[in-house]
């Protein structure tokens, strides 16, 4: 049985915590049972976004003509581009792991961490099969993997997710995506700009049904005229054949007691790749936390109290395995709260106000704050402007089509910002900062002098138009 001062399991933003005690001197263990860096590095933002930025420059290539620039593409080392991006993560896990191996505050553990009691851990598979540990500090920071949900034959066939879509290195002729969230958008973005042809097969009325249903709106729309796009269906069985996978999919209700339409004429996809991106499932299963008091949620994510300890004292948790946003960033942000809850003198609660998102896709979408559905569904007064980006100078100079839409509370607070257009990842900051930093009204962006003609100029007058009043269930965009 070896002894640690502190012990982390997973080695994503966990890492950030040990690094702060090992600095203290502490003894730290670290236990992966995959390529060290967490999902992020190897089968998530990293590799998307660079994947994505190269679907980004041939689509600039593609739209050429609209400002009178005649260019074609020679070719595309599809091959090429995946097996680079995947290099070059490659490269980044296991200099982290010569990092670890080479360190003589941390001690890497490689395999399955599982819960043997309270505050011992035992190491099952990998390169360290057999080891037992203790630690008086554990931190639960294991993530999450792709969802598989119960289509009947799933097992039969060979489907992706993210993990392998991120990999493949031909690309499909038509793929299917099981799923109408971000990793649906941006992947189907990804193969769809090089060619493929895609169709999404999502439950939820529209894709992205996450983001402010106005901005979700336009974007399945744009979605719909570039993909073929059966939203509110449920995939109910698939299937495979002499290299053809068909998906069976049947229309859904979504609401309270809704489901699968029985009745409804079963819809029929077929294709040569099946990518399932149905949401994330906690790596929780894989612990044994029934060894200690650490308690789980309906859906299986780590129970903590507001400073992310769990129900046992020196037990703590963060990241994707909390389930509170699924995002990198926002592991960041909790490793510094714990980190500071752990070994700082005075405990906060995580400060989650303001956490934005974005979706790397054509268009791009970004939010921040609160959604219009969801003012609505809490009967909030507020009031709410759009400002066009074809309304600008730049925006119009781009040929740029979306839009930026504000809410606030009858004060000028801040309630929301929601941005579907051109580098909206990027504009959502501004917001971002005001929400935090500055008063949170919208005098924050009113007031600062924007560069003209910038395309920041749209937020500031989405900011800085007339007002519209709305209110609980008055000014409803429900389906």
Known sequence: ????????????????????????????????????????????????????YHADVLETIQHADEFHIDAEVNGVDFG?????????????????????????????????????????????GGEDDGARLTADTILIAAGTRPAIPPIDGIEDVDYMTSTEALELEERPTHLVIVGGGYIAAELGQFFGT?????????????????????????????????????????????????GEITVEAREYEYGEDGGIVEDA????????????AAGRTPNTDTLNLDATGVETDGRGFV????????????IWALGDIVGEYLLKHSANHEARAVARNIFGSEPEPVDYSAMPFAVFASPEVAGVGTTEDELQAADREYATNTYRYEDTARGDAMNAEGFVKVLIDLEGEILGCHIVGPDASTLIQEVVVAMKSGSGTVQDIRESIHIHPALPEVVQRAFSGQFSRGSGGRHSHHH
């Open 1 to 52: 049985m070896e002894q640690f001062d502190f012990l982390v399991i997973g080695s994503g933003s966990g890492l950030d915590v040990a690094n702060v005690a090992a600095n203290r001197g502490q003894s730290v263990a670290v236990v992966e049972t995959g390529p060290l860096g967490g999902t992020c590095l190897n089968r998530g933002c990293i590799p998307s976004k660079h994947l994505l």
């Open 80 to 124: 090429q581009i995946v097996r680079n991006v995947n290099e070059a993560v490659g490269e980044d896990a296991e200099s982290i792991r010569r990092g670890l191996r080479s360190s003589d505050q941390h001690e890497l553990f490689e395999g399955e961490g599982r819960f043997v009691d309270e505050k011992t851990i035992g190491i099952s």
């Open 194 to 242: 090089f060619g493929t042809d895609v169709t999404i097969i999502g439950r939820r009325p529209t894709l992205l049904p996450d983001a402010d249903p106005e901005v979700a709106e336009a974007f399945t729309e744009q979605y719909a005229d570039r993909f073929t796009v059966h939203t509110g269906h449920a995939a109910t069985a698939v299937s495979q054949a002499d």
């Open 265 to 276: 004429d079963p819809l029929t996809v077929t294709g040569d790749e099946l990518l399932v």
């Open 303 to 314: 129970e903590t109290d507001d400073y992310l300890q769990t129900d046992v004292d020196g």
